[in-house]
């Protein structure tokens, strides 16, 4: 199959899975808003493979993507907004996400899909648009090879700071250019330094995306070293943790070092690395 035609492949299946909408999603991620658990949407994923690389086998325990509790029409139409992001995952099993924030950059992100690749592992990428403006065929590479491309604001700003026209605009615009490098408008998005506000809440909703957080921060922006990212992911492992981490916006070889030592042990002691899936009708 032509580049060409596995875009308008990807972004036909595009256009389906925004017909089906935010309320169309099945219940994957639990938190805790005030006193009451809520359920959210899931995101998207895409599960082709490039054409210059072999079809992905998925493995016993690697790749059980997260599955919904319903049918997408027992969702509610209204719009719903979060007051809080998700924090956990609410699956089955010992199940956990890798998410890498801030790319792509062209030093760091290639090898940790390389690393996520051969362990047939998918993740979550928090995508800042002003890089995915100069690294559109990473961007192409996560889609491809079905990881989750989230939203992360165009030019990573304190959202609390900024009026709600200008958090439209930096969210919006990331959400195109996302769609324009993977075929698929983004179902997730985080807020730059977990920084959230009630507009960002909103805004988000209204574009059709969902707000995670995280569990377990590796603190790899502070560049402690990889043994010690290391030491936070294996003592931080646990069924539903969500795992932050970086492949942009500094020096990111101890995250990459760090990744390729944690995975395999994380995969050994029986976890699912997993990502959230949208269930389509």
């Known amino acids: 199959m032509k580049k060409d035609q596995l875009i308008t492949r990807r972004r036909a299946l595009a256009v389906g899975a925004a017909a089906v909408g935010a309320a169309g999603t099945a219940g994957l991620f639990a938190v805790r808003a005030g006193d009451q658990p809520v359920r959210s949407a899931a995101g998207s994923a895409g599960a082709a493979g490039p054409q210059a690389r072999r079809a992905l086998k998925p493995s016993a325990y690697r790749l059980q993507p997260l599955t919904g509790l319903g049918p997408p029409k027992a969702a509610s139409r209204r719009l719903l907004v979060r007051r809080e992001p998700f924090l956990r995952v609410s699956g089955r099993g010992r199940t956990m996400v890798l998410t890498f924030d801030d790319g792509p950059d062209p ?4 090898e940790i899909l390389d690393t996520l690749w051969e362990y047939d592992v998918r993740a979550m990428f928090f995508v800042c648009g ?3 403006a100069e690294n559109l065929d990473l961007v192409e590479r996560m889609a491809d090879e079905g990881h989750v ?6 030019s990573h700003p304190l959202l609390t700071q900024l009026t709600r026209k200008q958090i439209r605009s930096e969210m919006e615009r990331t959400c195109k250019i996302i769609e324009k490098g993977s075929g698929e408008w983004p179902r997730w998005f985080r807020a730059p330094y977990g920084a959230w506000n009630r507009a960002a809440f909103q805004l988000g909703a209204e574009l059709g995306m969902e707000p995670l957080a995280w569990t377990i921060d590796t603190l790899d922006w502070t560049e402690p070293g990889s043994g010690s990212i290391i030491d936070r992911v294996e003592n931080g492992a646990a069924p539903g943790v969500v795992v932050l981490s970086h492949d942009a916006g500094g020096d990111r070889s101890q995250s990459v070092r760090a990744l390729r030592d944690y995975l395999p042990q994380l995969l050994d002691d029986g976890y699912h690395i997993t990502v959230p899936r949208r ?3």
């Open 130 to 132: 002003e890089m995915v």
């Open 149 to 154: 491309v989230g939203n992360h604001t165009w």
């Open 107 to 110: 030093r760091y992100t290639p």
């Open 279 to 281: 269930r389509r009708v």
